[in-house]
């Protein structure tokens, strides 16, 4: 053995006792560190040493270089794109994933068992999320690659419809897609899938200031479609303003028309964590396929997400991600091995985290994370429409406030100007958006640790920006 490793291996305790005090260091005082880093520094491109360090030199080198550019994204006060952050028993099974190593794939036993773990944290979703136990899922990195699992086993079933599987002879003619105001992952999807981005077609908004599908415009789409089948992708939250679309009144069409119904719900699932929201899904169980986010509200650590695939889909599941030409691998619809069932074969535990997070806090905790999110950003959607300064976008719909500079006065550069002055005092971190042709700012809440003292202390922050922008 290589006497660097042997070292390190003698040493482990204390390698791990290293990492326990940086990670105390960081997460101790998480709520003062800078939630951006102005100066880029430029980066020294080491040469690779011929004979390593060991793991506690690199640490310390870590530690000088680069540990205080590490952002509070795990933060109260992180609040651009869908930022969660990961609570203390989700980090405790995010290390041991690493720990343990295993390649989760067989729930009946090929080498490794930890796919039961998988399925039993699936299940334990299910039931946060009040959903059916027909539903078979899966962890994949995000909700992107969710989207395009559940859309990949969509353009399956839609290629059947028509007598061609797509998984052996390729996309040989266009899938109609319908969707009022997808996210752009689920886009970026159909250009992986090869469906094509141009290909999916918008359904009108509802009236109002809404994202939401209209849908007596689906219903006509629909209709003139003819019986020739498609895929609805529906949004469980817009990310801009969290708008629903009608989940009953598109479960309803699905007993009258041929479509594949895939909700994403990246974070907006966890509106069923709440008796006061959950009626925003209500009938999103007759979905197809759904796509949930674990780091953003479950406030798991990067990289998890799960998908949801009605169970009967299962075969043509399997058509889509099978490895048909590795005997090795066994048969894929005998035993169920995760490898035939989304896209990775190799893989780590990535449920582990989120098991432990579900375990450790249960329904209340959940429950409570989520309606703190909302409480939160209610409050501050109550003071931007009660000053003169700001100006909302949509109304705070559940845990995104939408907002801008108050209006007509302000152009596009000056709200820009704002966004830049209040992230570069590293207070707080939003992201810039344009809603409806008018240049804005989001705010989205998931992160566990906020309380209304951050909310106060942004809005302090929001008012000096203003202040400072408008002096300039
Ligand atoms: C964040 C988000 C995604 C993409 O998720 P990643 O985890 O970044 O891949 C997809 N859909 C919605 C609605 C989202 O909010």
Redesign the pocket.
Known sequence: MNTQLQQDLDNLSEILNAAKEQSLAYLGDIHKRPTTINQVPSLNNPTLPSQGQGALHTIQEFENRFQSLMVASSGPRYWG??TGGSTPAAIMGDWLTSVYDQNTQSTKGQGDLSALIESETINLLLQLFQLPATYLGGFV???????FTCLAVARQWAGKQKGIDIAKEGVTSGIKILSATP????IKSLAMLGLGSNHCLPVKVVNGNREAMDIQDLEEKLRAYNGEPCIVIS?????NTVDFDDMQAIAALKKKYNFWWHV?????AFAACSPDYQHLLSGWDAADSI?V?G??WLNVPY?S?IFLIQEKHRHLQVETFQNSNAPYLGDPLENFTYLNFLPENSRRLRALPAWFTLMAYGKDGYQQIVENSINLSRQLGKRIESSELFELLAPVRLNTVCFTLGRSKDQPETVKAFLTELNSRGKVFMTPTVYKGVSGIRAALVNWRTTSEDINLVWAEMEAAYLSVKAN
């Open positions: 794109f869908v990195t995000g909700a992107t690659m969710s989207n996210h752009s992952s689920a949004s469980g939250g817009t990310v994403d719900a990246a974070f907006g796509t986010d780091h953003k990289d997400a």
